[in-house]
């Protein structure tokens, strides 16, 4: 019960973040438009819609993910946005089509996982599978500590966990709901993941 609560917590604000935000960001483009472009504007205007960005994939990650579908194209839409102005980013190796949403959750906070494991930033590479994803870094950095890794894996339990990891454990009961099991491969250099 908890959990549900969490999550509807999460959808509710995110949800009623978005459309100030994107308000805001529409402000802006009518200012530019009638005072001509200005960098102040720009850096507001683009924080606006790294903001936006945030909270829509935020609300399937962390939100009440239902039992609806959403777009193969929807999904990559959100997530590339997501990862577009930080030092990760996204290569999909081709589309798919309409997945649950609660695969596209698991998927989103294992994105977050990952992210968090790459300390100077990277690639990560995402291949639709048949029951999941396939995930990988390319050649880069990789730091992924056992002790937040391996209970995703079923390898060891749940250690603490902080705001700054909540996605771990997140992943995990995502995991045991679905009844899927995550396989891993660490090395300094890379990271793979399928599921």
Known sequence: MQKTLAEMISS???HDLISPVGAIGNGLELLTELSGPHPELEL???SAGIAQAKLKYFRLAFGASGDG???GTEARRLATEMFSMGRV???FSESWGDRERGLVKLFYLLLLCVESSLPRGGVITCAPSVS???ISTGD???KAPDALWLPLTGEADTPDISAKTIQFLLARQALTERQLTLEAQFGERRLELSF
């Open 69 to 71: 579908m959403i777009s």
């Open 12 to 14: 509710r604000i995110c």
């Open 44 to 46: 507001v205007a683009q």
């Open 89 to 91: 980013s996204l290569s």
């Open 132 to 134: 999941g994803w396939d």
């Open 140 to 142: 880069a950095v990789v």
